[in-house]
């Protein structure tokens, strides 16, 4: 069935660090992909997204690219802050409308 | 604004009680979805809807009960059958109809039983 991988957190980085938050997928379709976001006690926010293959999501200075070859959609930030610390979920979702969440990676982002 | 709107934000509930979370949208969506997060975990599908009047369990809808009378309403109700109840609660809608978009969440509802 679908499902979402993604990296074990919490991933801890200095300010101004670069970040690669890893995402795979199976589908046994072409899925759109999605990262969202989560701050403490509040719901998910969509960060970037893709919808076909060799497309590249862009938002606040994060990135990722729809890699059909490799199944996968890695985060990723050149300069880190202190209010990039959040959870991540790397996310899939085709035409039936149900989204398939990987199980969140924290980041934590220090001064 | 448009959005989805779940309330209440905290919830406490005595144990063997029903209890309704609320979900509302006005972003004029076909589908709605009800998640359960537990601490530091992702996201589970309890309950969703891709039409008013029809919804489809999704991998842990036992213990719950979902309706969808109105389009911008999709109410889940946490029954006494539930083991295991304190968990944040997450509603999201997406417009449906075979066109993949992104899904909208709410604030989510952190219920604890007592």
């Known amino acids: 069935g679908d499902s979402v991988t993604q990296m074990e957190g919490p991933v801890t980085l200095s300010e101004e660090a670069f970040l690669t938050i890893n995402c795979t997928y199976t589908?046994?379709?072409?899925?759109?992909l999605f990262w969202y976001v989560q701050y403490p006690g509040e719901g998910l926010q969509l960060l970037l997204k893709?919808?076909?293959?060799?497309d590249k999501g862009s938002n606040k200075g994060f990135e990722a690219t729809y890699r059909k070859e490799t199944t996968s959609f890695h985060l990723e930030k050149g300069s880190v802050q202190v209010s990039d610390s959040a959870v991540y979920f790397c996310?899939?979702?085709?035409?039936?409308?149900?989204?398939?969440f990987g199980s969140g990676t924290k980041l934590n982002v220090k001064p | 604004d448009g959005g989805i709107t779940q309330s209440p934000k905290y919830l406490f509930r005595k144990e063997g009680q029903n209890v309704t979370l609320s979900c509302e949208q006005n972003?004029?969506?076909?589908?709605m979805y009800w998640y359960r997060q537990d601490p530091g975990q992702g996201l589970r599908l309890i309950y969703y809807?891709?039409?008013?009047?029809?919804?489809q369990k999704g991998d842990i809808a036992e213990g719950y009960s979902v309706s969808r009378e109105k389009k911008e309403s999709f109410p889940l109700t946490v029954t006494s059958a539930q083991k295991n109840p304190t968990a944040f609660y997450l509603c999201?809608?997406?417009?449906?109809?075979?066109?993949?978009?992104?899904?909208?969440f709410g604030q989510g509802t952190r219920l604890t039983v007592v």
């Open positions: 999201a809608s997406s417009m449906g109809k075979g066109g993949v978009t992104e899904a909208f």
């Open positions: 589908a046994t379709g072409y899925p759109s």
């Open positions: 893709a919808t076909k293959a060799d």
């Open positions: 996310a899939l979702s085709w035409s039936l409308n149900k989204f398939y």
């Open positions: 972003l004029n969506h076909d589908a």
């Open positions: 809807s891709q039409i008013v009047n029809d919804f």
